[in-house]
C-alpha cells in the first residue's frame, strides 16, 4: 500500500536534507524520538514501538525506514519531482495490502503529523 501527502510549500532538496535528520525528527512529529545512533542508522521511537530506522540522503529529499518492522514501512519527503514539482511530498508505503483499518488509520495518523511539522517548519 502506498500513501501520499502533498505539503503546499515550497522547498529544496538541500534544505529538506539540512533541515530534516534523525536528530532533528521530534521537532516534526509528536509521535517519534531519536533514541541514539547505531553505525549508519538510529533507534528511533515510533507510534509502533522502537526501530532500528534508516535515514538516508536521496535525490530529492530524504527517506525513512523502519528497518526491523515485518511490513516495511519506509516514507520519503521529496521537492522538485512529480506528483507536485513545486511543494513538499510526503510518500509512505508498506509492503502488504490489505490491512486492517486501524493499522492505516494509524498511518495516516503518522502522516499527519509529518504533514504539520513539515508545514510548521517549512
Given at each position: ?41 538510529f ?76 508545514n510548521?517548519?517549512?
Amino acid at each position: 500500500m502506498e500513501f501520499f501527502r502533498i505539503i503546499d510549500k515550497q522547498a529544496t532538496e538541500e534544505q529538506l536534507q539540512e533541515k530534516i535528520s534523525p536528530q532533528s525528527i521530534e521537532e516534526f512529529t509528536e509521535t517519534m524520538l531519536f533514541i541514539e545512533s547505531v553505525e549508519n542508522n538510529f533507534i528511533g521511537l515510533t507510534l509502533w514501538g522502537e526501530f532500528n530506522i534508516s535515514y538516508d540522503k536521496i535525490n530529492g529529499g530524504v527517506r525513512f525506514a523502519l528497518l526491523d518492522c515485518p511490513n516495511a514501512l519506509s516514507w520519503t519527503i521529496t521537492a522538485g519531482f512529480p506528483p507536485e514539482k513545486n511543494k513538499i511530498v510526503l510518500h509512505c508505503t508498506i509492503n502488504r495490502t490489505p490491512k486492517p483499518l486501524e493499522f492505516v488509520e494509524e498511518i495516516e495518523e503518522f502522516l499527519a503529523e509529518w504533514e504539520i511539522g513539515l508545514n510548521r517548519e517549512f
